[in-house]
């Protein structure tokens, strides 16, 4: 991906990632966590302060070599032993119903096949095991959905991939999930990052699982 892609956008990442806005939603997503927990995208680790006490151990799926090297600090100040476990969240390396929870934080709008690693994580799940999410996606007002088309070409190719209308409640129900909480807002910021700061927050199941 080069110096852009490799260097400096996991260090900004970490930087917009750290805002209060941010940090209280990672607050919220993390409360329920259990047992053994999978975390999509770990990024430079920004969850691992959150973690609550009955987390057991963290495997974490992260195809940045560089975020994971920004994370050390935070792993390191961590009770909870993380683990890297995968590159690619479309091809999980950990075996069916092995884990309590997985948690995805602004990483369903990065991944390339969405639906493919929403497949993954429904196999990995133990029956009755949870799918916490908070992650940014297609706002519900048209005007600001034409703002999230227009600069999406451009979003991808600066962020990683980044998508601003991918509609999280739709694939997570497409993959066979059921939303058992589910919470949406703008983020507080001017009007004009609307395009950027849908959020959804949302624990989700698979239905008869347990
Ligand atoms: C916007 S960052 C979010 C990082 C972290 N989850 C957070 O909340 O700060 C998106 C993350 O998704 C990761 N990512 C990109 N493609 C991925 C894939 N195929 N599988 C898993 N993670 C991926 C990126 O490397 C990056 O760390």
């Known amino acids: 991906m080069g110096v852009w892609g490799d260097r400096l956008l996991p260090r900004l990442l970490d930087s917009m990632g750290s805002a209060p806005e ?16 999978l975390e999509l ?5 920004l969850n691992v302060p959150y973690y609550p006490a009955a987390v057991t151990e963290v495997l974490a799926v992260e195809p940045s070599d560089q975020g994971w090297a920004l994370s050390e600090r935070r792993r390191a100040a961590s009770l909870v032993p993380v683990r ?10 950990e ?3 092995s884990v309590d929870c997985v948690l995805s934080t602004l990483t369903l ?5 969405v639906a493919r690693a929403l497949a993954e994580v429904r196999r990995v799940l133990r029956p009755g095991g949870t799918l916490h999410v908070f992650e940014h996606g297609l706002a519900p007002d048209p005007g600001v959905e034409t703002w999230q088309h227009r600069p ?10 980044c998508h601003l209308t991918r509609d999280v409640p739709w694939l997570l129900t ?17 009007t004009l990052m609307r395009p ?6 949302i624990r989700a199941s698979v239905p008869g699982d347990g």
């Open 109 to 113: 709008c990065t991944i390339p096949d």
């Open 95 to 97: 075996p069916d119903d």
């Open 152 to 161: 999406e070409p451009l979003q991808k190719r600066v962020f990683g991939g």
């Open 174 to 190: 497409e993959a066979g999930f059921r939303l058992d909480r589910r919470d949406a807002q703008y983020l507080d910021g001017p």
């Open 84 to 93: 890297r476990s995968g590159l690619d969240g479309q091809r999980l390396t």
């Open 196 to 201: 950027w700061g849908y959020g959804h927050l």
């Open 41 to 45: 995208g770990f990024g430079s680790g």
């Open 22 to 37: 941010i940090t209280r939603l990672r607050v919220a997503v993390c409360a329920d966590l259990h047992g053994t927990v």
